[in-house]
């Protein structure tokens, strides 16, 4: 049985991941941080097959003795502080965990799997917030970098240390530079879930109105339940490489409004209002990813729709909020999310 070690294991490309993982007959551990981490008990509800290891991406001996117990094949690493306007507030953060924490995983695993002939495939989860400032478009592995918020720096650390590794100690590193990749367990700050969160709401007559910032930003959105197998094949390769993983369409945020609220027969204009408090010091206006490469070298593509998208994340949310107002379940990680997005709101420049 092959085994697998994921960092983020509760975050979203986590639990996809792990889901596909498993299902490939794969076993799975996953790295958890923090005491008492709230998002640890819905995990296990969910994905009862994991099993926990605690580590953290600012501590090295942590990470090499989670190594040592899962002695994985595969290294995941999606570990990262991954919310972009939150890196203007925690920089230093950012830059410790987003970026400095890919190399403590690669040196951990160097230190478990040995300096040569290491044996352990590694996968870093690169960003297309990287392209920032786009020099081209669409974006390829070959655009030059232009990030324009400190994740967008650490990120690139992240990818160009995982190149120098892959070339000084010949590692089987790779990166996927995903770009934006979205669903149901998206947390409810970026802006997807938050819009489709929101029509949920409006919709039940449970929220009047949703807040949003810059609605021209334009994102190339697809699935993260698509996104988490191109991780996988990279890592079936027999070379280590980086892949631009993206659906080729770009749309606004005005655009993914439209068409949540469109779902529910509301129009967007009476429910969403404009407040600078959601705009970015600095703001990446336009990404469009090229996936040739995957496809040729990986055989991958999207399978889910722009708008089969929006109509899954604003159908699962309405049934969560249904399911809460018949008294069935209570949707822990809206409200956990809310809350979270809340005190950011109000504290921070986001
Ligand atoms: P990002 O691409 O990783 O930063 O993903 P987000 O979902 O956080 O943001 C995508 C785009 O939506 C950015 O250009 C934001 O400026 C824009 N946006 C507009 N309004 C909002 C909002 O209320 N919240 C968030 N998170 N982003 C917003």
């Given at each position: ?17 792990a ?77 410790n965990?987003?970026g ?36 081209e ?31 000084s ?65 990279m ?40 407040d ?5 010091p600095?703001?990446?206006n ?27 994340m ?37």
């Amino acid at each position: 049985m092959p085994t697998a070690f994921v960092t983020d294991i509760t975050g979203q490309d986590g639990q996809h991941l792990a889901e596909f993982l498993h299902s490939q007959g794969y076993h799975v551990f996953g790295m958890v941080k923090g005491q008492n981490n709230p998002r640890v008990e819905a995990l296990q509800a969910e994905l009862p097959f994991v099993e926990l290891v605690p580590g953290d991406l600012a501590d090295l001996p942590s990470l090499v003795a989670a190594l040592q117990m899962a002695q994985p094949d595969e290294v995941y690493n999606l570990g990262a502080i991954s919310f972009v306007a939150l890196s203007f507030s925690q920089a230093e953060l950012t830059a410790n965990i987003t970026g400095l924490g890919v190399l403590r995983m690669l040196e951990a695993v160097r230190m478990v799997g040995g300096a040569t002939n290491n044996p352990i495939r590694f996968y870093q989860a690169s960003s297309s917030e990287m392209c920032g400032q786009v020099r081209e478009t669409p974006q390829t592995e070959l655009t030059p970098f232009h990030p324009r918020s400190p994740y967008g720096c650490a990120k690139v650390f992240g990818h160009d240390i995982v190149v120098n590794y892959r070339e000084s100690y010949g590692m089987h590193a790779s990166s996927g530079i995903l770009f934006n990749h979205e669903g149901p367990r998206r947390g409810i700050e970026f802006v997807t879930r938050k819009v489709t969160n929101a029509v949920a709401r409006i919709k039940l007559g449970l929220q009047d109105e949703v807040v949003l910032g810059n609605l021209d930003s334009k994102r190339d959105w697809g699935f993260a339940g698509d996104y988490v197998k191109g991780m996988w094949l990279m890592l079936q390769q027999d070379q280590p490489d980086d892949y631009v993983i993206a659906t080729h369409e770009s749309h606004s945020v005005r655009e993914f409004a439209e068409e949540a609220f469109r779902l529910v027969n509301l129009r967007w204009q009476d429910f969403v209002t404009v407040d600078k408090r959601f705009s970015r010091p600095l703001d990446v206006n336009y990404l469009q990813g090229n996936y040739t490469k995957a496809y040729q070298h990986l055989g991958w593509k999207p399978e889910i729709t722009f708008n089969r998208l929006v109509e899954i994340m604003v159908t699962e949310d309405l049934n969560r909020w249904k399911r809460w107002q018949r008294g069935e379940h209570f949707p822990w990680d809206a409200s956990h999310h809310l809350n979270e997005a809340r005190i950011l709101t109000r504290s921070l420049k986001v």
